[in-house]
């Protein structure tokens, strides 16, 4: 497609269930990366991979979330045992720059919108 | 990361220009200013990206004075489609590239 796609779209979980959040990023995009959202504030840096390359997970909340890209273009953020806290937007983005390039513009998809009760 | 400080909110009415300014203290020599604009239910959509001066583009100007430690916004005769948080970011490509700080942005409310 022509932008950064994401599935589910919304999805509400139990808590202590697992689950997996879809990206499928621009064609062509080297860096992708991911973002949470809670309401009322702005995005949050999670992950950021470079092809598959996993290059920054500083940003991930604790080990019960983990993020794979494994080809280099689709990937999945799953979060095992999710908690109350854990409800928030999941932003996606891509960009057709890598390492080096100057300047940041980044795309964005629609988000997960992940409920947890 | 260099940090950003912006007003929380600003309200204006449908024909005029806004101005929303960016606090930016420790930007570095090689740090780009970018803006976003948010949606309700939408991911954060691009609007201008500059380095120093002015930059302008179809949707809106970026003005960057020397120092570079502020930006402002300018949105020309905004509609009430304009209503949405606007987000400036500071940052720079490698593998800082997506490691960027939103802060809270700017709720802007444009009334008829």
């Known amino acids: 497609g022509a932008g950064v796609s994401q599935s589910p779209r919304y999805k509400v979980a139990k808590r202590g269930q697992d689950v997996a959040l879809r990206c499928d990023p621009i064609s062509g995009h080297v860096s992708l990366f991911w973002y949470q959202q809670a309401l009322g504030q702005g995005p949050e840096f999670l992950t950021y991979?470079?092809?598959?390359?996993?290059?920054?997970k500083s940003g991930l909340p604790s080990d019960r979330f983990f993020a794979e890209r494994p080809e280099g273009s689709v990937s999945t953020l799953k979060i095992q045992r999710t908690q109350q806290e854990d409800s928030a937007v999941y932003l996606c983005a891509s960009s057709p720059t890598g390492t080096g390039d100057s300047g940041n513009t980044i795309y964005f998809g629609e988000g997960s919108w992940l409920t947890v009760v | 990361l260099a940090k950003t400080t912006q007003p929380i909110s600003m309200d204006s009415y449908e024909g005029q220009e806004v101005n929303i300014t960016c606090s930016h203290n420790n930007i570095a020599t090689n740090d780009y200013i970018t803006w976003y604009q948010q949606f309700p239910s939408q991911g954060p959509r691009f609007i201008i990206q500059?380095?120093?001066t002015k930059v302008t583009n179809e949707v809106a100007s970026l003005f960057i004075p020397a120092d570079r430690k502020s930006s402002t916004l300018s949105l020309p005769r905004v509609s009430l489609s304009d209503t949405a948080v606007y987000y400036c970011?500071?940052?720079?490509?490698?593998?800082?590239?997506?490691?960027?700080?939103f802060g809270r942005g700017t709720q802007l409310t444009v009334w008829p």
């Open positions: 970011l500071v940052g720079k490509g490698g593998s800082t590239l997506g490691r960027l700080y």
């Open positions: 500059g380095y120093k």
């Open positions: 991979f470079q092809n598959e390359a996993q290059l920054d």
